[in-house]
């Protein structure tokens, strides 16, 4: 047995690669990628969001989230916009193309859950928890080394 099959962080990789090719499988038809999905997703529930409030929720930064939305726009899925109120807020919304794109990409949850095991809600909600608690203590570690390396190189 190799030693990455006892890792905890080659486990998470390998699911990690393993629900984006899921995804990539199922979203293929419509020619859309996970990130791509995922900002589609985000539009249909909670209306429309700035580049920042994209980002945050999907932790990504404007460098990497700005090119997807372009080529967003340019398939005619959103459209961007800048704020009256400060010209530096640029917001995203969905286009007609964008709004009805949500019932043909209605059943790509319950797929993903299906190829993934996931049984029910209750286990779908322990996962998604163990997941987030699992992330937190991760950044927060993170976090915590980067000031400690900081201050070593510093000394």
């Known amino acids: 047995m190799?030693?990455?099959?006892e890792m905890v962080c080659?486990?998470?990789?390998?699911?990690?690669?393993?629900?984006?090719?899921?995804?990539?499988?199922?979203?293929?038809?419509?020619?859309?990628?996970y990130p791509q999905y995922?900002?589609?997703?985000l539009l249909w529930n909670e209306g429309e969001q700035t580049i920042g409030a994209l980002g945050d929720a999907m932790q990504l930064d404007s460098g990497t989230l700005s090119p997807l939305?372009?080529?967003?726009e340019q398939a005619d899925l959103v459209t961007k916009a800048r704020s009256a109120a400060d010209e530096?807020?640029?917001?995203?919304?969905?286009?007609?193309?964008?709004?009805?794109?949500?019932a043909?990409?209605?059943?790509?949850?319950?797929r993903i859950a299906e190829f993934s095991g996931i049984r029910d809600d209750e286990h779908r909600?322990?996962?998604?928890?163990?997941?987030?608690?699992?992330?937190?203590?991760?950044?927060?570690?993170?976090s915590s080394a980067v000031g400690a390396t900081r201050s070593a190189v510093g000394s």
């Open 69 to 72: 939305v372009r080529r967003m």
């Open 104 to 110: 043909d990409l209605a059943t790509v949850p319950a």
């Open 125 to 142: 909600r322990r996962l998604i928890a163990e997941l987030h608690e699992l992330t937190a203590l991760l950044q927060q570690s993170t």
């Open 10 to 33: 080659f486990s998470l990789y390998s699911a990690a690669r393993a629900t984006t090719q899921a995804y990539r499988a199922v979203l293929a038809p419509w020619g859309l990628t």
């Open 88 to 102: 530096r807020v640029v917001t995203v919304q969905l286009t007609e193309r964008g709004h009805a794109l949500r």
């Open 38 to 41: 995922l900002v589609l997703a």
């Open 2 to 5: 190799p030693v990455t099959d």
